[in-house]
């Protein structure tokens, strides 16, 4: 390999890796709760559509910069996660007729209503945030003047990137160690056996659902930087989130981890390797041969060899 | 005999959608007992302790503990009250560590504050759990993750203890252990409520027993009443 190639292969992975950083943001929420809940949250990309349509707006109304609404606009997802929780989900819970897939089909409606609701109000017109910092990057070469390759760093992937992983391990240090973290991971791994411990899991069903809105959200104001914004996008990033769930392992938040990155490489290679347009194509690839090479994800890898010593 | 009475059971019934599978159960655990409910698999011993836990309601029935009504109420308020249920088939967080099970067990009020002090307590009981505090409580023997149930029922600092086949599973030598450790338990002044199939083992250690068939209660009595008892000879003894 020469030069230009082991530059291009560099470059392609870097970009994998930042993007799967942000994916791992969106499918440790939707993880999270399919964990507690049992169901799919098929609203998970319009909620971040929502979380982007309020940073963009933030931006445009009072020049707030999407890395500070973050700290705006999490908490307020938290709070319209926990809504939608009590609501609109929990009364159909309580339907004991009603299967957990009408639960699935529930979240379906919340999303489309949600992304019809944008469109009304906005227009489905494709807006971006232009903030000064867009296509500032840092270079290799300016840091090191011989470097043999140029790679560069692109100052809001870069920014984005570090944000979620502070989250990320802020969020892990709240599961593993405060008691409603651990409250959540309970309710997760048997469901009667924390209602004999005393875990209130109406209340811990809320908490989870209004936690990953509030990462979904984190992650949609981490995007405004670095990507377009209309009313639809939600569903795409819905699709991501459930492939990344899937390649990690149902409710398994390291999975969703690993599972962010490996989707974000394969991205960013069928991208440069393939063409551009072959990206999505590349996700579904990786989607269906988890499915029948890896039925239980990433998740499943980690358990056996934990198990095995 | 003259112990004060801790939990009532009420002419209970209850009911898995249409079907009914307990009819007018009452009995009555006085404090510092040890009280077990026998009879075969399916006789309602296990859907017992879960009315009482508050996981199943009974459509009518009541039941008190101490003097308060508790058939209404949530799981979680239970606890508080010192009412611990170790279910069948341990029921572990099979992917949290030892540490984190035991955390589980002292979630509410005072054993959230005596948790470091209850810990001591427990890994004194089964000192094996304290070697293994940071392994994952799945990977544990069939024997030590019985010990980490009844050490995360402790944790709670309970008042009253029920245990869901305790024995279930285990090598012989191990169940004697258990039941040991459940003697000693009641001794240091926690009152337990057994339901077991392993009737002979339980029976000796039992001040009384209740013997359940079909969802009702036909025979109650001493321990040692009923090991001599001929109908339990029989049908639940082999001899």
């Known amino acids: ?309 | 005999m003259g112990r004060p009475q801790l939990l009532e059971v009420r002419d209970i019934n209850v009911f898995y959608g249409d079907l009914q599978v307990i009819w007018g159960v009452s009995f009555n655990v006085r404090q510092g007992e040890i009280v077990c409910l026998i009879g075969a698999n399916g006789a309602g011993k296990s859907t017992i302790l879960k009315t009482i836990s508050g996981l199943l309601r009974p459509t009518p029935g009541e039941i008190v503990f101490e003097d308060e009504r508790i058939d209404q109420l949530r799981p979680y308020k239970l606890i508080e009250l010192g009412i611990v249920h170790v279910p069948e088939g341990r029921r572990l967080f099979t992917e949290m560590t030892v540490e984190e099970n035991l955390d589980m067990g002292s979630l509410k009020g005072e054993s959230r504050q005596r948790r470091e002090q209850s810990k001591d307590m427990v890994f004194e009981l089964f000192p094996r759990l304290r070697e293994r505090r940071r392994q994952i409580a799945g990977t544990l023997s069939g024997g030590e993750q019985q010990m980490l149930a009844i050490g995360r029922g402790l944790m709670a600092r309970p008042r009253l203890m029920m245990f869901d086949e305790p024995s279930l599973g285990l090598a012989p030598i191990l169940v004697k252990e258990i039941f040991n450790v459940i003697n000693r338990i009641r001794d240091e002044g926690t009152t337990v409520l057994i339901v077991e199939q392993n009737v002979k083992q339980t029976l000796s250690i039992s001040d009384r027993a209740y013997v359940l068939e079909n969802g009702r209660i036909v025979l109650e009595g001493t321990g040692q009443e009923m090991l001599g008892n001929a109908h339990v000879k029989t049908a639940y003894l082999g001899v």
């Open chain 1, 1 to 309: 390999m020469d030069a230009v190639a082991i530059e291009v292969f560099l470059q392609t992975l870097i970009s994998g890796l930042l993007l799967g950083g942000l994916y791992a943001l969106i499918g440790i929420g939707m993880t999270l709760i399919m964990g507690v809940m049992k169901i799919i949250n098929l609203a998970h990309g319009e909620l971040m559509m929502v979380a982007m349509y309020m940073a963009y707006w933030l931006f445009v109304l009072f020049h707030i910069d999407p890395y500070i609404s973050v700290f705006i606009v999490a908490p307020v997802m938290f709070f319209f996660g926990m809504a939608i929780q009590r609501f609109l989900i929990n009364p159909v819970l309580r339907v004991e007729s009603i299967l957990p897939e009408n639960q699935v089909i529930l979240t379906v409606g919340i999303g489309m209503v949600l992304a019809n609701l944008a469109t009304l109000f906005f227009t489905s017109d494709y807006r971006s945030t232009p903030v000064k910092y867009a296509s500032d990057a840092w270079y290799l070469s300016d840091y090191w003047r011989d470097s043999p390759i140029e790679l560069s760093l692109s100052v809001p992937w870069t920014v984005s990137f570090t944000i979620s992983v502070v989250i990320t391990v802020a969020l892990w240090f709240f599961l593993t160690k405060t008691d409603t973290g651990k409250s959540i991971r309970a309710t997760a791994q048997d469901l009667e056996a924390a209602m004999l411990m005393g875990v209130n899991v109406e209340r811990m069903r809320l908490v989870t659902f209004g936690l990953g809105a509030a990462l979904v959200g984190a992650a949609g104001c981490l995007f405004i930087p670095i990507y377009y914004l209309y009313p639809a996008l939600g569903g795409r990033f819905t699709l991501i989130a459930f492939v990344i769930t899937i390649l990690g392992g149902l409710g398994s938040t390291v999975g969703a981890i690993i599972g962010g990155l490996i989707l974000g490489v394969f991205e960013s290679m069928t991208a440069t390797y393939v063409g551009m347009g072959w990206a999505p194509v590349g996700r579904f690839l990786i989607f269906i041969a988890a499915l029948i090479f890896l039925p239980g994800g990433v998740a499943s890898l980690l358990r056996s060899r934990r198990l095995g010593k």
